[in-house]
């Protein structure tokens, strides 16, 4: 890494350069334009040079565990100067992550006994849900609950060429479903996906973020839409449809269990390009191909609209809440079929902490506020960053992977309140790019901590509770 002073730090259009940047010991800085940051916030690159990082999550010891591609799991001491002047100091390969053993995640959830003081993991694993294996969307997003804490909450997308099989509820695909660990013993049969556990929602093409909001418990999740839509022969995939943040209710008997409509209904974005869009707004279901069995009525009157509707194709990956409720954070990995690029960016969501309800309204078109974001849309998705993973640390600081850069970012709210002139602060630096300490497992994967005590894989992500 390069080692770098405040008198070395670099001011870019849109950001600036303070005395954070004095603090930090050593500064990396990004091989493309330098992000831009929200006026509240401030920025550092932590990492850099991994190989696909997805999902991160801290353990009860403070070390950051991170999925990378073809690697497998990875743990991270950090040094922690203050705000965001945070370097990795050791880095450990805890699981090794073969192709064989990548498609077998696709299929399953495993489970690891783990110890965080001494970061080891046991041997053997232990699989928990398996008979998920499909094509295409293969991300197995993973929750574990803290209003619930022996619900384990498991997304699975949908299949190319498959996609009139999500409709059928006994295929398991495009479902979100909740699985019960309290009555999971050493001789237990793992769970059958497409049989067993809660459904909570199904009808979803690929909800990949899934978080719980810590007060009330409710259960959201965040959508893929689908690309290159018709309606009625028209094409309208630049527009449309949205994706989608969906409610799935709660995991003490109260969920939805309902159809989001996926392949027949999807939300509206912009509808004055949707063909026949009488009636039609921001955040309403629309059948992509109407008929005599399927109209805008049936989508209305059938299926589970979503609670906000962001822009198509930005692609959301991840959703964290803060400790109190108020706020959840989202990861939008960005387009890769759209005329003009859009996404790549993570933004907030304003949420009521007493009920869990997002304070925007369905139809809202500035739900998000972003908080960092590329400058310059035009040259992504390769010469940009892509936000992928999420996570909070114990000082309420947002970490965030970018997968096809192979980095991770640290952000944090500055003290006071910000004006609406100033400029977000980002810690960067004068230098060739450095490469970074090493981070990162699969693409894929997900991972959580059951209790502080074990690991949970699947296909797609990291977590942990």
């Not at 965030?400 to 630096?429: F, H, N, R, W």
Request: aromatic share 8%; proline share 5%; charged share 15%.
């Amino acid at each position: 890494m390069k080692t770098n002073g405040l008198a070395r730090a670099v001011l870019a259009t849109g950001l600036s350069a303070t005395a954070a940047a004095a603090g930090c010991a050593k500064v990396l800085i990004p091989p493309y334009e330098v992000p831009s940051v929200n006026s509240g916030w401030e920025a550092q690159l932590v990492a850099g040079g991994l190989t696909k990082p997805r999902s991160i999550e801290f353990d009860s010891s403070g070390a950051l565990l991170v999925v990378e591609s073809g690697k497998g799991l990875t743990r991270h001491k950090l040094t922690d100067s203050g705000g965001t002047c945070i370097a990795v100091s050791d880095s450990t390969l805890l699981i090794s992550q073969t192709s064989t053993v990548y498609v077998s995640t696709v299929d399953a959830v495993y489970a690891w006994a783990y110890d965080a003081d001494k970061g080891t993991v046991s041997a053997t694993p232990r699989v928990i849900v398996n008979n998920m294996s499909n094509n295409d969307l293969v991300t197995r997003t993973l929750l574990i609950s803290r209003k619930e804490p022996d619900k384990l909450v498991v997304s699975r997308g949908s299949s190319e060429g498959n996609e009139v099989k999500a409709a059928v509820l006994s295929s398991g695909l495009s479902q979100v479903r909740a699985f019960d660990l309290g009555n999971f013993t050493t001789t237990s049969k793992a769970y059958n996906f497409n049989t067993e556990g809660i459904v909570l929602g199904w009808g979803l093409r690929n909800s990949v973020g899934i978080g719980e909001h810590p007060v009330t418990g409710g259960i959201y999740g965040v959508e893929n839409s689908v690309d290159g839509v018709t309606r009625n022969n028209k094409d309208i995939h630049e527009n449309n449809p949205g994706e989608e943040l969906n409610f799935f209710g709660f995991l003490n008997g109260t969920g939805t269990g309902g159809n989001y409509g996926y392949p027949h209904c999807f939300a509206v974005w912009e509808p004055t390009e949707i063909p026949d869009h009488d009636g039609l707004g921001v955040g309403d279901q629309f059948a992509v191909q109407e008929n005599n069995t399927l109209t805008d009525e049936v989508c209305a009157k059938d299926y589970i609209a979503p609670r906000l509707t962001f822009p198509a194709h930005y692609a959301p990956l991840d959703i964290k809440f803060t400790k109190d409720g108020s706020e959840a954070f989202v990861s939008f990995h960005g387009s890769f079929d759209k005329t003009d690029p859009v996404g790549y960016r993570v933004g907030s969501l304003a949420f009521n902490p007493a009920t869990g309800e997002p304070e925007a309204p369905a139809d809202a078109l500035n739900a998000l506020t972003d908080i960092i974001s590329n400058n310059n849309h035009n040259v992504c998705p390769g010469g940009c960053f892509r936000p992928a993973g999420l996570a909070l640390d114990a000082a309420g600081r947002l970490w965030m992977t970018s997968d096809t850069t192979g980095e991770i970012y640290v952000l944090q709210k500055k003290a006071g309140s910000p004006t609406a002139t100033a400029s977000g602060t980002i810690v960067t630096a004068t230098g060739a790019p450095s490469s970074g300490a090493g981070v990162g497992a699969g693409w894929g994967w997900e991972v959580r901590v059951l209790g502080w005590g074990s690991l949970v894989f699947v296909g797609g992500f990291l977590a942990l509770v």
